[in-house]
């Protein structure tokens, strides 16, 4: 786990600096990545008893490039990403308890358990996934994106996908359409520095991703990722391009993932040091929880959102173990919508 | 209150791991996120961290112990504090989607096939990897790309030592591009040499079917006869377990359906073997299916160091005179086991193990129904227009007149691959279902 206290010049780098977050937003911000966290951490040991099954990619490290980006969104926003993705749904607002028991497989789950933990949805959230083909969220984040330019309304979408994910084609592709379209795109690249076992330097030959958007003039910037304030600083800028008409915007965020790539990888390719390095000395909770304490915040106040958060997630893990497998029904509902006319029966599947 | 440590799973298919090494001893104190032991699965070794905080108690399972289950508890924790409260399990924990533990051992083969004399025990996985080497060792145009095929050694462990053998210019990593290094792969088939190209699943072969059907598939008819694409697209197909409906499914009849491309799935580490030697040096692009469930099977292999097996020629891996079963890659450990309820109940099963799909070993699929007069045939893919479908057709044109029932098919659900337990079980083909459609073909 990490350390306890951050280091001093970080805190006093950071009492400096003229905070984009009130007292009250980064309280909420601390609150909401702490959620993350414990989530997270409830959910991989879920998984080691076996309660979860298949591929389970955690976001532990991660949480302030999400809440960062979400404190700058309104309703009516879009959010999309990849399998990594339960940090993102909670963020948008999305029950703990609907995660958790989507990743038991149970009914009471988002995709009432035929989804799983890469696969969910809240269209009232605004959350349109969990995607597990590695880039293909990003051509779907543009299409929220042309909706909101279709519509003329001043709606952003934001769509979050990996360093690795950015060497896809279809992400080129997607960065040209937005460009030329002028779509209210926000692209957000998480690079955690390494796509499963491979390093972003072995991977791209781009040395500064923010510029990726370069050729098509979408204006990008880097970002500490580990810092929420700096994140939403960011986030503010990007939304307001986008929400003023001027087209897509990237970010490229620096973070990092604690735990593997997926429950199964013993991440042999980068030090046990790197890993303790970033949890010690780049932690976002730390410092977040620093910053709030420079600007008066109590311990007593931070243990009362501890506990608070540990509640949320102990009902999230219980309620995944009692809600119910999906009744035998489930399997063949929701292949295909009923066409007009029709008696709504499972038409051509062959049974 | 003490707290216990089970095994963790730590893959999809895990059910039990090897417990190699403590790192704590007991009285030690634990803070959670200590490394507290090292497991080893099939495909890694894993460290095992606390969850918990407190003192370590006692420890279960010394060192060394193989096959420890997942979820069997293998230390005590005195939680020093208010325990974090390690939930229980309240019912028991979904089984992670069981590979049959033992598969039939392959009676001898009863087909005309060449003896290729001893053989050694082995897993899939060493058996590609074995072919692999082997032909690169022959043939210096030929190279593996991937994404984690070379310093990870595989996402899969296929690729186990490669890159220590042949060095990083025929063992590449690729970045997650899979239509361009797919395009760029053909590009040089194109100029004779011979890539094999792994894809992490055939899920991901979709980014790159393009390349695949327009560009390898059809660039030696259009160009009359110039451009042949000697490569072979390899990885895993079909079901995993619990991975939900984007990373589970067969593309066994998407790609069967392409004139200019071969097919192959094979079932046994001599299959596998075999097979993806005839793949490599075949000057056709070549679809090898693999399985990941079998990837950690055990099977008898020939040592013999030129053991090849022709791509278009079907196994009989058991002989019988009352139905013929058809099946590829884990479906024939699946039929394999129906033959043997059948035989319990006084039935006979012919079990064919295609091995090519395309081109099909139509011969010795008529020469068995001729015997049987009936068929059921196998698959994990969806049923309409499946590899099913196309195997009655055939039938019903080679020879009608000796059915004496209409061929039966067997099949994953036709539906997206659910994620939960339950319902995953459900949408894959089950033995009863095998059972008994050769009942409802014989009239038992
Ligand atoms: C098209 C495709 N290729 C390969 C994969 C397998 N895969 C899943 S995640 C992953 C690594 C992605 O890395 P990155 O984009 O950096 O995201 P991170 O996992 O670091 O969040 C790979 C190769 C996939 N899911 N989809
Ligand atoms: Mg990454």
Not at chain 2, 163 to 179: A, N, S
Request: glycine share 10%; hydrophobic share 40%.
């Amino acid at each position: 786990m990490a350390a306890k206290a951050p280091p001093a010049k970080r805190r006093a780098k950071s009492a400096a600096e003229q905070p984009a977050m009130g007292r009250d937003a980064l309280l909420q911000a601390y609150r909401d990545m702490l959620l993350i966290r414990r989530f997270e951490e409830k959910a991989g040991q879920l998984y080691g008893m076996g309660l979860i099954g298949g591929f389970c990619h955690l976001y532990i490290g991660q949480e302030a490039v999400v809440v960062g980006m979400q404190a700058a969104l309104k309703p009516g926003d879009q959010v999309i990403t990849s399998y990594r993705d339960h940090g993102h749904m909670l963020a948008t607002g999305m029950e703990a308890r609907g995660v958790m028991a989507e990743l038991t497989g149970r009914i009471g789950g988002y995709s009432r358990g035929k989804g799983g933990s890469m696969h969910m949805f809240s269209r009232e959230k605004g959350f349109y996934g969990g995607h597990g083909i590695v880039g293909a969220q990003v051509s779907l984040g543009a299409g929220l994106a042309f909706a909101n330019m279709y519509r003329g309304n001043d709606h952003v979408a934001v769509a979050y996908f990996g360093e690795g994910a950015s060497n896809q084609g279809q992400v080129y592709e997607s960065l040209n359409l937005a460009a030329l379209f002028k779509l209210p795109c926000i692209f957000v690249i998480e690079n955690n520095k390494y796509g499963m076992g491979t390093s972003v330097d072995r991977a791209s030959a781009s040395r500064d991703l923010s510029q990726n958007g370069s050729p098509w003039g979408i204006p990008g910037e880097q970002v500490d990722g580990m810092n929420v304030v700096t994140v939403h600083e960011a986030a503010q800028r990007a939304v307001a391009h986008c929400r003023a008409g001027l087209g897509p915007y990237l970010l490229e965020m620096k973070t990092y993932r604690y735990r593997g790539h997926s429950m199964s990888d013993p991440a042999k390719y980068r030090t046990r040091e790197e890993v303790q390095k970033m949890r010690e000395q780049h932690d976002c909770l730390e410092t977040a929880r620093a910053m709030l304490l420079g600007q008066g915040v109590t311990e007593a106040e931070l243990k009362k959102l501890d506990d608070e958060v540990k509640v949320i997630v102990q009902d999230s893990a219980d309620f995944a173990q009692e809600s119910p497998e999906p009744p035998e029904s489930e399997l063949w509902t929701d292949v295909l919508l009923p066409s007009p006319g029709s008696d709504g029966a499972f038409g051509q599947g062959v049974k | 209150m003490g707290v216990e440590i089970l095994m963790p799973a730590l893959s999809p298919t895990m059910t039990e791991g090897k417990l190699a090494k403590w790192l704590k001893k007991e009285g030690d104190a634990v803070k959670a996120g200590d490394v507290i032991a090292e497991i080893e699965t099939d495909k890694a070794t894993m460290e095992v961290e606390a969850v918990d905080e407190g003192t370590l108690t006692r420890i279960l399972v010394p060192e060394g112990t193989e096959n420890v289950a997942v979820n069997a508890p293998i230390a005590e924790l005195d939680g020093g504090g208010a325990p974090k409260a390690a939930p229980a399990p309240v019912a028991a924990p979904a089984p992670v989607a069981a590979a049959p533990a033992t598969i039939p051992a392959a009676p001898r083969a009863v087909s005309a096939e060449k003896d290729w004399g001893p053989t050694k025990t082995m897993t899939v996985r060493e058996a590609l990897r074995d072919a692999m080497a082997a032909e690169m060792r022959r043939d210096a145009d030929v190279f593996l790309i991937g994404e984690e095929v070379a310093q990870y050694q595989g996402a899969y462990k296929i690729s186990q030592g490669l890159l220590d053998e042949f060095g990083p210019k025929r063992v590449m990593d690729m970045p997650i591009t899979e239509h361009g290094f797919t395009g760029m792969a053909v590009g040089a088939a194109f100029t004779g040499l011979k890539p094999i190209v792994e894809f992490m699943t055939f899920n991901f072969s979709m980014q790159a079917i393009d390349q695949i059907i327009n560009s390898a598939a059809k660039t030696l008819y259009m160009s009359g006869g110039q451009l042949g694409c000697p490569i072979v697209f390899r990885g895993a197909n079909g079901a995993a377990s619990r991975v939900a409906a984007q990373h589970s499914q067969c593309y066994a009849s998407w790609y069967a359906h392409c004139p200019g491309l071969k097919v192959v799935a094979p079932w046994s580490a001599a299959d596998a073997k075999g097979l993806l030697r005839a793949a490599i040096r075949d000057p056709n692009p070549v679809i090898f299916l693999e399985n990941e469930i079998l990837y950690g099977h055990s099977f008898e292999c020939p040592t013999d160091e030129d053991f090849i097996l022709p791509i278009g020629k079907a196994k009989v891996e058991r002989e019988g005179t009352d139905v013929t079963i058809l099946a590829f890659s884990i479906m024939v450990g699946m039929a394999m086991q129906a033959a043997e309820k059948l035989a319990e109940q006084g039935i006979s099963a012919e079990v064919i193990n295609l091995r090519s799909l395309r081109p099909l070993d139509i011969d010795t699929i008529v020469a068995s129904v001729k015997k049987t007069n009936r068929v059921v045939t196998l698959e994990e893919g969806w049923p309409f227009a499946g590899i099913g479908a196309e195997l009655a057709m055939q039938i019903i044109e080679h020879c009608f007149d000796d059915l004496d029932a209409p061929p039966v098919r067997v099949h994953g659900l036709d539906i997206p691959m659910p994620y939960a337990a339950n319902l995953e079980k459900l949408a894959l083909p089950r033995l009863e279902q095998v059972v008994d459609a050769a009942r409802s073909v014989t009239y038992r």
